[in-house]
């Protein structure tokens, strides 16, 4: 069965940054054991910051079982295995929390809950959205709008 | 046509005098004749009455004749006039007629000929003026369809420029949110398989 990540990685520089600080777990951990088995008097590194969603994604995981290298890794093997179906959203400003939850809620309940959302902003958009999937884009916004009905302006331009 | 009717008035002079001449030289005649008589005749003598008897016969015979040739010579010379007068006449109106009509024939071979060149300058001008409209026509066509396609490729920069000059950076996507949904809404079939097509 795929590895299902929690929808809030919705992103690949969330995934991104959720591989990262395992990496940075990981080594960490491996460090720590090492010292251990050595039974180095020297203090050990703290244990590196992680963010939410890497926090979200152990859990998710692990579940209460205590995570060790292996499994650690192989973790990070998974991760790094994911092929997910991308999509980049373009819109007039970048969204704030609640918009981005309800877009990548809209996209996950109705295009598939295993995509990965992106997000970037255009001012020059005005209103409306931009969708780039693998293979096409769909252009939603009100300057395509105006665009599209340019043949309309023309003729108001002239009745005018 | 002057050189014709001096010529005929020539002829007519010549002809008159040939009239006179020939008249006179029947009047000679007539006196060398008597004068012959005279003296071939034998000498006759006559009594002085017999004499001025004769001589007053032979002098009204001789008014007679002379008479007589007058009146001949003025009818010959009337009738050759009249002749004369009509024939100049007839050939003065042929020759009038002729010429009317050589005039004509010509001035119809001119107006023809202008007709003709009036009318190869009217297509003329008509071709041109044909030309000179369908490149006009064809130039603003082009010229039409030139600004048309500036207009076209310039438009989404204008509206670009529009939007962001009228909105500013008071962007609100909530405002937005509904239309965004309502327009995934509507497509999202299409985005779902090309999502799954691209996988």
Known sequence: ?160 | MDIIVLISLAVLILILSIVVVVQSLRLQKLHQDLLRSQHTAPKVSISQPNADQLQTRLIAAYDTEITKSVAAFGADLHGTSKQLTEQVSRLTTKVIEEELEAYQKTLEEVRQVAIQAMNQIREAVEHQRIELRQGMEQELATERQHLVEKFDAKMGDVISSYISEALGSGVDLGAQMQFILTSLEAHKADIRKDLTDGV
Not at chain 1, 48 to 77: C, K, M, W, Y
Not at chain 1, 134 to 152: C, E
């Open chain 1, 1 to 160: 069965m795929a590895y299902e990540l929690p929808p809030e990685v919705y992103s690949p520089h969330l995934l991104e940054s959720v591989i990262y600080d395992l990496e940075q777990y990981t080594d960490w951990y491996r460090q720590t054991r090492i010292q251990r088995k050595v039974g180095a008097a020297a203090a050990s590194q703290p244990e590196p910051d992680h963010s939410a969603e890497t926090e979200l994604v152990i859990r998710n995981h692990f579940g209460s079982q205590t995570p060790t290298l292996e499994t650690l890794e192989g973790l990070l093997a998974e991760l790094r295995a994911l092929k997910l179906p991308e999509i980049h959203v373009k819109l007039a400003a970048m969204p704030n929390h609640e918009q981005r939850r309800v877009l990548v809620s809209w996209f996950h309940t109705n295009i598939s809950s295993r995509a990965l959302i992106s997000f970037v902003a255009d001012r020059n958009l005005g209103g409306g959205i931009v969708i780039r999937t693998p293979n096409h884009v769909y252009d939603f916004t009100w300057k395509q709008q105006l665009m599209g009905g340019a043949s309309k302006l023309a003729g108001i331009i002239h009745r005018v």
